[in-house]
């Protein structure tokens, strides 16, 4: 899909806007253009690209065909930067799905391309008709608007790991299930994939806001100055809940080895209560009431009835030592 936002010198917007009018809307340094390409193929993003805007082919081709960490490049008359966008998906095999926001900035367009649709933009498209600050201050506020609402799809994604980070933990003190661990190496795997995507974004907007680059105006970076501090923020909880999974972890092996500790203290209690029994049992084999003539004393009613009380009283006096020493 292709759109198109243009508004006017004049400040009204193009009601009916289309590819063939980019060339005008290009020509006029006072209007704004806003070309975004959702779900679109590359060959046909290409020709647009190419021949209206004249982009660099590697420009092209990384925006098109390569995936990229973020990272600004300052191709003089424009910027090319990359961006990603954040969701979370438990029903898919990685739990953070990140998804690639492609930018072209000149001194009166800007042009987006993604794979996948993303809820923030579609939100702030929506707006554009609504509110003419979206349209009637520039590129460079464009831009801010578009990384900002990127850089916003983060703390939802931010605030439901810690949601389900709490919500592991207390599985891991009330049911430590191999499920419970399979859940926390899956949300680690997740934070460590928005690490990699918050670092590296936070430095393309630490360029943005502090670099001189032609298309940005010193006026204008103090807009990236503070979607920066927000990435700053974002990559410190990020690393917060890096090392309360890594605590979640270190916490399930814990609970996991003092639960065996249990079940080997109760083995061995049971094992040292019946030894002397085993041992009576062993040495006088229950031979009795045999029938040897004449009869050994050990054989009669009289020895049968001390052994059964030694086999009662003995274990029972060895559990009371037992609790008395708080060995159970």
Same mark, same amino acid.
């Given at each position: 899909?292709?759109?198109?936002?243009?508004?006017?010198?004049?400040?009204?917007?193009?009601?009916?806007?289309?590819?063939?009018?980019?060339?005008?809307?290009?020509?006029?340094?006072?209007?704004?253009?806003?070309?975004?390409?959702?779900?679109?193929?590359?060959?046909?993003?290409?020709?647009?690209?190419?021949?209206?805007?004249?982009?660099?082919?590697?420009?092209?081709?990384?925006?098109?065909?390569?995936?990229? /960490?973020?990272?600004?490049?300052?191709?003089?008359?424009?910027?090319?930067?990359?961006?990603?966008?954040?969701?979370?998906?438990?029903?898919?095999?990685?739990?953070?799905?990140?998804?690639?926001?492609?930018?072209?900035?000149?001194?009166?367009?800007?042009?987006?391309?993604?794979?996948?649709?993303?809820?923030?933009?579609?939100?702030?498209?929506?707006?554009?008709?609504?509110?003419?600050?979206?349209?009637?201050?520039?590129?460079?506020?464009?831009?801010?608007?578009? /990384?900002?609402?990127?850089?916003?799809?983060?703390?939802?994604?931010?605030?439901?790991?810690?949601?389900?980070?709490?919500?592991?933990?207390?599985?891991?003190?009330?049911?430590?299930?191999?499920?419970?661990?399979?859940?926390?190496?899956?949300?680690?795997?997740?934070?460590?994939?928005?690490?990699?995507?918050?670092?590296?974004?936070?430095?393309?907007?630490?360029?943005?806001?502090?670099?001189?680059?032609?298309?940005?105006?010193?006026?204008?970076?103090?807009?990236?100055?503070?979607?920066?501090?927000?990435?700053?923020?974002?990559?410190?909880?990020?690393?917060?809940?890096?090392?309360?999974?890594?605590?979640?972890?270190?916490?399930?092996?814990?609970?996991?080895?003092?639960?065996?500790?249990?079940?080997?203290?109760?083995?061995?209690?049971?094992?040292?209560?019946?030894?002397?029994?085993?041992?009576?049992?062993?040495?006088?084999?229950?031979?009795?009431?045999?029938?040897?003539?004449?009869?050994?004393?050990?054989?009669?009613?009289?020895?049968?009835?001390?052994?059964?009380?030694?086999?009662?009283?003995?274990?029972?006096?060895?559990?009371?030592?037992?609790?008395?020493?708080?060995?159970?």
């Amino acid at each position: 899909m292709i759109r198109m936002a243009y508004r006017r010198s004049d400040g009204s917007l193009d009601p009916d806007p289309r590819v063939e009018r980019i060339p005008a809307a290009l020509a006029d340094p006072s209007g704004l253009l806003w070309l975004d390409f959702v779900e679109e193929p590359a060959d046909a993003c290409e020709r647009i690209l190419s021949d209206l805007f004249h982009f660099h082919p590697l420009a092209i081709d990384d925006a098109l065909r390569e995936t990229h /960490v973020p990272k600004v490049d300052d191709w003089g008359t424009y910027l090319y930067l990359v961006l990603h966008a954040t969701k979370l998906d438990p029903a898919a095999d990685e739990l953070l799905q990140s998804i690639e926001l492609d930018l072209f900035v000149g001194p009166n367009y800007v042009v987006t391309h993604r794979d996948k649709s993303i809820a923030p933009l579609e939100a702030l498209w929506q707006s554009c008709a609504k509110d003419d600050r979206i349209l009637g201050r520039g590129a460079a506020r464009l831009l801010y608007h578009i /990384v900002d609402e990127t850089v916003g799809s983060h703390l939802p994604v931010v605030d439901d790991l810690d949601e389900e980070m709490d919500r592991v933990e207390e599985r891991i003190l009330s049911t430590p299930e191999p499920a419970v661990l399979s859940q926390v190496l899956r949300i680690k795997r997740a934070l460590l994939h928005l690490r990699r995507i918050v670092a590296p974004q936070r430095e393309t907007l630490n360029r943005l806001a502090r670099d001189q680059l032609s298309v940005i105006e010193a006026g204008q970076r103090v807009y990236f100055r503070d979607v920066y501090d927000h990435l700053v923020r974002l990559h410190d909880l990020t690393e917060g809940l890096r090392d309360l999974a890594a605590g979640a972890l270190d916490t399930y092996l814990s609970v996991v080895n003092n639960r065996m500790n249990e079940v080997m203290k109760t083995l061995t209690t049971i094992a040292t209560l019946f030894m002397p029994i085993s041992f009576l049992t062993g040495f006088f084999g229950m031979n009795f009431f045999s029938a040897s003539n004449p009869p050994a004393p050990w054989t009669g009613r009289v020895m049968l009835g001390v052994v059964c009380c030694v086999t009662v009283v003995v274990p029972t006096v060895m559990f009371l030592w037992l609790r008395r020493r708080r060995w159970i």
